[in-house]
């Protein structure tokens, strides 16, 4: 069947097999590897993009329920060469280490300073629940609810002017 979505602003068609799911579409077909593949059971969030601007877990959606749809992976973060200020909090706050689990978290954090009323107020219990359908392995999710704090404050000040 063809199936079509925009993938990060650009328009793919490809005909593929009406069980294709959306992780191989957007790894195979798109060629876009930023977004990871693991237990293949949503378990455990290594595979999260945005469709239309919410998490979702790409190894439980076929690609045919992404038609039509607005899809944002890891490597649409980043604008003209500038890192999007959650990828920017991950370096600052040293939030990843092997590294696996870092797109998911990106894009989860992305969506959630986006879609959260008053993001510098978030509390920790918020940010640690945004990001609870994902596992890391390596961090603890101290520094990563750290980066996603700084990805809110940072942006925050740039809206006045502050940085
Ligand atoms: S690969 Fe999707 S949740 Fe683990
Ligand atoms: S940085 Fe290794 S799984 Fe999160």
Redesign the pocket.
């Known amino acids: 069947m063809l199936v079509s979505m925009s993938i990060n602003g650009q328009t793919h068609s490809h005909d593929v097999e009406p069980r294709m799911l959306l992780v191989h579409y957007i790894r195979e077909m798109a060629e876009l590897h930023g977004t990871h593949w693991g237990c293949d059971t949503s378990n455990c969030g290594?595979c999260v993009v945005l469709m239309d601007g919410d998490p979702i877990k790409s190894c439980t959606t076929l690609a045919a329920m992404a038609e039509g749809h607005e899809i944002t992976t890891v490597e649409g973060l980043e604008k003209n060469g500038v890192l999007d200020p959650i990828q920017q909090g991950f370096h600052e706050m040293h939030?990843?280490?092997?590294?696996?689990?870092?797109p998911g978290?990106m894009v989860t954090g992305r969506a959630l300073i986006d879609q959260h009323p008053n993001p510098t107020q978030m509390t920790d219990y918020e940010i640690r629940e945004a990001i609870s359908g994902?596992?890391?392995?390596?961090?603890g999710y101290v520094n990563?609810v750290k980066a996603i704090r700084w990805a809110a404050a940072y942006e925050a000040a740039a809206a006045t002017g502050g940085n």
Request: aromatic share 6%.
């Open positions: 290594i939030a990843l280490q092997c590294g696996f689990c870092t978290m994902g596992l890391c392995r390596c961090t990563i």
